[in-house]
C-alpha cells in the first residue's frame, strides 16, 4: 500500500459556480452540477510537467500561478456559461411574463464575482506545474485576474498605509520598515474583509462550501482511502496547499520582502508623499515574481514537512484565514468534487498505463469520457463504464 501511495500523482484543484475543478499532472476535469440535479464534465489531457526553465525550484512557482490563474479561469467562464444556460432555460420555463423568472446577474458582475473568487482560490491544493489546456480567451477577465491581485495586495494596502501615516502625522518614509509592517497589517485586514464580505454573497458562500468539498475529497485521496462520499464527508476542510494560505503567507512575506527593497535602494524623496508612494510603487511590481516564488516553495516546505509536530503552529495564520472561504458541504457536493476527481484519475491512470487503461475499455465497447458529457446524475457517472474504477480503492 505505502508504494501504491508513493506512485499517486499529485493532486491540485479549485471550487467554480457550482462545480470542482481537479488536475493532475497529465489530466484535468470539471464537473459542474446543473439545475436539474445533472452533472456536466469537461475532461481532456495536458502535457505531464512543465519544461525547461519552469522546474526549476522559485521559478515553477510563477509557473504554476500562471497556470493556475489560466486553469480557474477556464473552469469558471465554464460554469459561468452553465449558469447562465440554467438561468435562460429557468426564464423560459416562467413563461412569456416570467413571473417566477430568477433574476439574471449582469455579466460584468458575474466576471466580477468570478475574478474575485479565483483570486482567493487560485493555487488551491495546487498540482506541479506544467502547460495547460488551450481556454477561450477573455481580454476583460484576463485583466481582471491580473490586475486584482495586484490592486488588492500591492496598491490598496500601500495607498492606505499612506493615508494612515498622513492622518495620524507619523512622519514615516514610504521605505521605513514601520511604514512595511503597517502596509502587511493593511494588507492582510483587507484581504479577510475581502474574503468575509464575500462569504455573505449566497453564490460565493455556496462556492466555498466547494472550495471544502475539494479539500475533503484530496485529503481523501492522499490517505489512500477509497473516493466515496462516506469517507470524504469525515475529512476536515482545512488543506496545507490551500491558496488561501498562500495568499496570507504572500502577505506576511512581502513585509520582509520590500522592507528588504526599501533598505537596498537610495532614498526616494521627490518633496511629494503622494509622489514618493507612486515611485515605490512601481519599484515593487518587478519584485512581485520573486515574491510569489518564494512564498510558493515556503508553502511546499510546510505543507510537505510542517502538517505534524511543534511546527504545525505554522500553518495556524493559514488555516485560521481557510476558516472563512471554506464551508461544511452537504453530500451533493462532494458528489460533483469526487466526480471531477474521478474523472482526472481516469485519464491520469490510463496515460500512466502507457494507454493500457484506454485500449481495454475500448475492447470492452466503453470510451473515455469526452469533453461536455452530461450524467443525469452522479450514480449514473460512477456505473460510466470508463469511470466505474477509477481509482475506487483510492490508490
Known sequence: MEAARASRPYIGGQAVLEGVMMRAPTSFA?????????????????????????????LRGVASLVESLRLGREALNFSVEQLERDLEAQAAA??????????????????????????????????????????KRSGASAFMMLALPIAVMVALPQGA?????????????VQAPAFQAMT?????????????????????????????????????????????????????????????????????VSIL???????????????????????FFLVKLPVLPPLVAVTFEL????????????????????FAVQRITTAEPDDSQLEVALASLRATLFRQEAMRDGGIAEASHAAAGAKP??????????????????????SSAGC
Request: aromatic share 6%.
Open 369 to 390: 469520457v469526452p469533453e461536455d458529457v452530461r450524467f443525469p446524475s452522479y450514480q449514473a457517472l460512477l456505473e460510466a463504464p470508463s469511470l466505474r474504477n477509477a
Open 161 to 173: 498605509a499612506a493615508a494612515l501615516n498622513r492622518f495620524l502625522h507619523l512622519g514615516l518614509a
Open 30 to 58: 470539471v464537473v459542474v452540477r446543473s439545475a436539474d440535479g445533472s452533472l456536466l464534465v469537461r475532461e481532456r489531457s495536458m502535457q505531464s510537467e512543465a519544461t525547461g526553465l519552469a522546474r526549476l525550484p522559485l
Open 257 to 279: 520582502f520590500f522592507t528588504a527593497l526599501g533598505a537596498s535602494l537610495p532614498p526616494i524623496r521627490t518633496g511629494s508623499s503622494l509622489l514618493d508612494n507612486v515611485v
Open 299 to 318: 508553502q511546499r516546505l510546510f505543507a510537505r514537512y510542517f502538517t505534524r509536530g511543534p511546527l504545525r503552529v505554522l500553518l495556524w495564520p493559514g
Open 94 to 135: 416562467a413563461g412569456p411574463r416570467g413571473d417566477r423568472a430568477p433574476h439574471r446577474p449582469p455579466a460584468l458582475m458575474t466576471m466580477a464575482l468570478a475574478a474575485a473568487a479565483q483570486f482567493v482560490l487560485a493555487l488551491d491544493a495546487d498540482g506541479p506545474p506544467g502547460p495547460a489546456p488551450a481556454a
Open 184 to 252: 502587511g497589517a493593511f494588507k492582510l485586514a483587507i484581504v479577510i474583509g475581502l474574503m468575509v464580505t464575500m462569504r455573505r454573497i449566497p453564490e460565493i458562500r455556496r462556492m466555498f462550501q466547494y472550495h471544502g468539498a475539494e479539500h475533503k475529497t484530496i485529503s481523501t485521496y492522499e490517505a489512500g482511502q477509497a473516493l466515496t462520499v462516506e469517507n470524504a464527508r469525515a475529512k476536515t476542510t482545512l488543506h496545507p496547499r490551500c491558496g488561501t494560505t498562500f495568499i496570507v503567507m504572500v502577505a506576511l
